[in-house]
């Protein structure tokens, strides 16, 4: 499961879901001086980013000025780490507009991947029962980035991927935004806010694409940018 082959992104896959990743710090053997920390570049600010507003319905969005290639790690999507059990559908939990799920109580992959360290019985047991019942979000509403500014789209130009830095716990958690196309300049910067989201805001969601998400009426309800 574990490998060091590079990953390609593309608009066909779901990197959320397939990949995570794990950067270098003080704990590491470079004693975090590593060149090749996958949490280098979005922390560099390399791109010029913009906040704009769309319309009414869509309200700001954000874009760059200059062209993204894919595959670039922009920007890390900044939030406190929350632990919610909530009907995402039916929540009314005020930071749902914004908050980015990170943990899937169903995520085999997550827990997978605490089998296969060589971490203690206790800490693995620990962490697994951390992820278990409770979902874990990354909410930015407090403390926050440009990337909770991001509108959604079906057929979204950028990715959410995990990578954990220091150990595997929900709080070592980071989300980093990367390119799935090239973005070129004054191209809104669009994500997918994933099923639950899209079913939650289906009656005002537009991002002007063809894709069907899991659920009925979905193209009827994405009407053009504009
Ligand atoms: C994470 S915020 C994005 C920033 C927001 N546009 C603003 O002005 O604060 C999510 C909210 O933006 C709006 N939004 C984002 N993408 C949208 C889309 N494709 N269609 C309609 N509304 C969208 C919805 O109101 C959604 O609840």
């Known amino acids: 499961m574990t490998s060091f082959e590079p990953i390609h992104f593309t608009s066909t896959d779901i990197h959320f879901y397939q990949h995570m990743g794990f950067a270098c710090s003080e704990l ?66 005020n930071n749902i507009e914004y908050a980015y799920q990170v943990t899937y109580v169903k995520d085999d992959v997550l827990k997978q991947l605490v089998d296969q360290t060589n971490f203690s019985k206790n800490y693995k047991g620990l962490l697994k029962d951390l ?8 909410d930015p509403t407090v403390c926050g980035n440009y990337a909770r500014m991001a509108s959604h789209s079906c057929a979204a130009n950028m990715d959410l991927v995990r990578i954990f830095q220091k150990s595997l716990s929900p709080a070592h958690i980071h989300l980093v935004m ?19 989201n899209a079913t939650r805001l289906k009656n005002k969601f537009e991002c002007g694409t063809q894709h069907i998400l899991n659920f009925q009426d979905t193209t009827k309800n994405c009407p053009t940018w504009n």
């Open 178 to 196: 990367v390119a799935v196309t090239d973005i070129f300049p004054g191209t809104p910067i669009t994500i997918d806010y994933g099923n639950d």
């Open 131 to 138: 992820y278990a019942n409770i979902s874990y979000y990354l």
């Open 28 to 93: 590491c053997g470079c004693e975090g001086k590593c060149t090749n920390s996958v949490l280098m570049i979005p922390n560099k600010r390399l791109f010029p980013i913009e906040m704009f507003r769309s319309n009414e319905k869509l309200g700001f969005g954000v874009r760059s000025s200059v062209l993204i290639p894919a595959g670039t790690p922009v920007t890390e999507f900044v939030g406190e780490i929350i632990g919610e059990q909530i009907d995402i559908e039916n929540t009314n939990w």
